[in-house]
């Protein structure tokens, strides 16, 4: 099942609040951890399908899939945190992203949910937070119990790196 979502605005007013700004993200895990990127990054969300290998690619690029007719390029956000393998379940998702001028689609754990956030919940990463993880991280907020982290995926995946993985499409 395809989901799309559609936002004009990432950071509107939220007249409930009084005069905040509210941005709006797009939940996900990987590993136990929860992270979160803008809805107006994002084409759509969708099941995993069939991937094709491309050789000599980045460990961290999965390889091809067909969407409607376009081939886009798959990262592994896994494996671009250096995090540890895990198969493929019934939760995991592709996120399709919207980035330079160019559509890919992030392989996640699980997608949980389309949240909007107060701009002024949003902590900054803590110095102790080392340097290379910290350019990608635009903020940090609770929630519930845990700790959201909120991704700059512009900074994550900068033009350079998107015209490399995007090179064979």
């Given at each position: ?89 019934d939760e995991t998702r592709t996120i399709v992203v919207n ?71």
């Amino acid at each position: 099942m395809v989901q799309e979502f559609r936002s004009p605005e990432t950071s509107q007013r939220d007249p409930r609040r009084g005069d905040h700004s509210v941005i709006q993200l797009v939940g996900f895990r990987l590993d136990e951890e929860d992270y979160a990127i803008a809805i107006t990054k994002i084409q759509e969300i969708i099941l995993m399908k069939p991937i094709t290998r491309l050789p000599e690619a980045p460990d961290y690029i999965e390889g091809l899939i067909n969407l409607r007719g376009s081939v886009i390029p798959i990262i592994h956000l896994r494996k671009r945190f250096g995090l540890a393998p895990r198969e493929f379940d019934d939760e995991t998702r592709t996120i399709v992203v919207n980035l330079h001028d160019r559509t890919f689609g992030c392989i996640v754990d699980a997608v949980t949910q389309v949240m909007r956030i107060n701009t002024e919940e949003i902590q900054p990463v803590p110095i102790s937070v080392r340097a290379m993880a910290r350019q990608y991280i635009s903020g940090l907020t609770k929630l519930e119990d845990r700790i959201l982290i909120i991704l700059d995926i512009e900074k994550l995946f900068d033009n350079d790196e998107i015209q490399a993985a995007t090179a064979a499409v």
